[in-house]
């Protein structure tokens, strides 16, 4: 039985122009960076084109990359950089009240309630809270992806949990209420 490549090996091999290597790491990582991107932007359709953009950076910046580092972490930090670029524009060029973004309607009531609770978290606890919760990394890594100590990140993380059960308390407690038979 053949083990898969690691990451990093996949992304020495892409260092050497080897385009089926990384071909590789974006069929395993594209999916959860586009959900990642998702929940941190908030729209799939920007999520999509981000993620997309940031497997090109990459691609570009292939040389660059130290084998010693995780190229997960390294993948992250650079479509996080992207999308905070991408969401300082937006702000710049709202949009108009009767504007429709083609994106289907969220069907949970409780699933729009958290999308909005998380959107309104500060930046790094939002990105803290979905890079431990959503995409499963440790608070080391994503302390590496944050550019923080773990401990900050631990923190954080903390803060937007209780930041978050503060706000979805009324919702949760109102559903509650209702469901009882």
Same mark, same amino acid.
């Given at each position: 039985m053949q083990q898969e490549a690691s990451d990093e090996a996949l992304m020495e091999r892409a260092q @050497?122009?080897? %385009? +089926?290597? #990384? /071909?590789?790491l974006y069929v395993r990582h594209r999916p959860a =960076? /586009? /959900?990642?991107?998702t929940r941190f932007t908030g729209s799939a359709? =920007? $999520?999509e084109d981000l993620a997309? *953009? @940031? #497997?090109? %950076? =990459?691609? *570009?910046?292939r040389a660059r990359f130290e084998t010693r580092r995780k190229f997960r972490v390294w993948l992250y930090v650079a479509a996080k950089n992207l999308a905070l670029n991408a969401l300082k $524009? %937006?702000?710049?060029? $709202?949009?108009?009240?009767?504007y429709e973004?083609? +994106?289907?309607? !969220?069907? @949970? &009531? &409780?699933g729009e309630a958290v999308a909005e609770a998380l959107q309104a978290l500060p930046e790094p606890q939002r990105l803290v809270l979905v890079l431990t919760v959503y995409e499963q990394f440790s608070h080391k890594e994503?302390? +590496? $992806? &944050?550019?923080?100590? +773990?401990?900050?990140? !631990?923190?954080? /993380? #903390? !803060?937007a949990r209780q930041a978050l059960k503060k706000r979805l308390a009324p919702l949760l407690e109102g559903e509650y209420e209702t469901e009882s038979i």
């Open positions: @050497s122009g080897d %385009r +089926e290597a #990384f /071909a590789t =960076l /586009a /959900a990642f991107l359709t =920007l $999520a997309q *953009e @940031s #497997f090109v %950076r =990459l691609w *570009e910046a $524009a %937006r702000q710049t060029q $709202a949009l108009p009240d009767n973004s083609g +994106e289907p309607p !969220r069907t @949970s &009531l &409780l994503a302390a +590496e $992806a &944050l550019g923080c100590t +773990e401990v900050s990140a !631990r923190v954080l /993380a #903390f !803060r």
